[in-house]
């Protein structure tokens, strides 16, 4: 593979797209490269919150354009040993600090399998590269939804791992109780495998568990049958669903994961409906914590003073829930209210192999469109949030096109089940 000229081709074609803010001419991130590990020949595309030593690491931020970071993350480091070969570093929302991929300080990025429309966030530029054809696969991290939003908008598959099963050494965090990083790809194969090569114990983060190695083996363990897989779906869900042409793609789903032998089970989720604002009280607070490093002094600029809207938006939100005595009012009954949905969810998940549903409750809007609500950009997430609250594994695998414009079928499954879960997409894939 000639990677000059692939860079030059993705330099030429990204110029439409923009899923790229640095594209890596000079091999910085290619050195110490091993030779002939499990990624070979695959081309990989980080995003720009996931430090690669010697390449620009801004978050998408104007308080980062500076930062050339100074050692590799984790899932780098497991990527080089494995022959992965990085292209350079995806656009994103500010901070991730979003769910379009408009609030980057480089510009909005265009989605590749709907032109014109978002791609989603805040992954936004790694699931455009990865529709676009630009790499095999990308790392994203998922907060709320950050992967899985851009693989739903995007037509590709998403997966968001237990919390801890993949370190979070090198990523520049929206939410530490909240973030993950893990793959983007064209098919669940390529996810799978990647996942297995970033996953693993990392004693220098804390919140990594130290699981069997046979655990990892999640590309080796694949396995489609989905014969007698009991599969929930929420009422609720059709409740929330925005867009008709989405609820008829999630209900055909359904019957085809039904006609290849798995059980449909309707289940309920009570409380759903305060799934959304429990999820932001949360990352408002651990959002404003993670950013008084950015006083101006350290890291370039400060960050009230050059961040975009919506990002000081919530670190002034943050703040004012953080103090003192508005903290038992709103933050501390949001750490109940997450605690109420993980049970909920864990005792729904008891007696099922996965819950399955939408991504999205409406397809992605036109680039530019003015939306003076931030709720209803939060809106996209209603579905999503639910997995990170409950530190449970997500998928998402694509599920068919409304006017053309992708959506994808999200799984989730009990904490730990990653496999599981892998397995019901893989199974859904070969049966689309």
Known sequence: MQIDEEIERIE?????????????????????????GRLKNLTIAIKSNICVEGLLTSCASKTLENYIAPY???VVEKIKKESGIILGMTNMDEFACGSSGETSYYGATDNPSAKGHIPGGSSSGSGAAVAAGFVNAAIGSDTGGSIRNPASHCGVVGF?????????????????????????????ETSALLLEVISGYDPRDETSLNLDKKFYNFSKNLNPNLRDIKLGYALEFDMLIV????KK????????????????IDVSLPNLGIALPTYYLNVYVEFFSATRKYDGRRYGHKIENVCGEEVLRRILLGSYISQKEYSGRYYRKALQARSLIRGEISNTLKDLDALIGPTVPKLP????????????????????????????PAGVVPAGKVDGIPTGLQIMGKALDDQKVLNVMYGFEKCR
Request: without cysteine.
């Open 249 to 264: 793609i999630i209900h055909r789903s359904l019957d085809k994961l039904s006609s290849h032998g798995a059980e449909i």
């Open 72 to 74: 590799n993350a984790t």
């Open 243 to 246: 867009d008709k042409g989405i």
């Open 160 to 188: 968001k791992p237990t919390y801890g099963v993949v370190s979070r050494y090198g990523l520049i965090d929206l939410a530490m109780s909240l973030d993950q990083i893990g793959p983007l790809a064209r098919d669940v």
């Open 365 to 392: 809007h036109k680039l530019g469109t003015k939306i003076d609500d931030p709720r209803v950009m939060y809106a996209y997430d209603i579905f999503t949030v639910l997995a990170n609250l409950s530190g449970i």
């Open 12 to 36: 030429e074609d990204d110029k439409e797209i923009n899923a790229f803010i640095v594209l890596d001419k000079k091999g910085v991130s290619r050195k110490g490269i091993k030779r002939g």
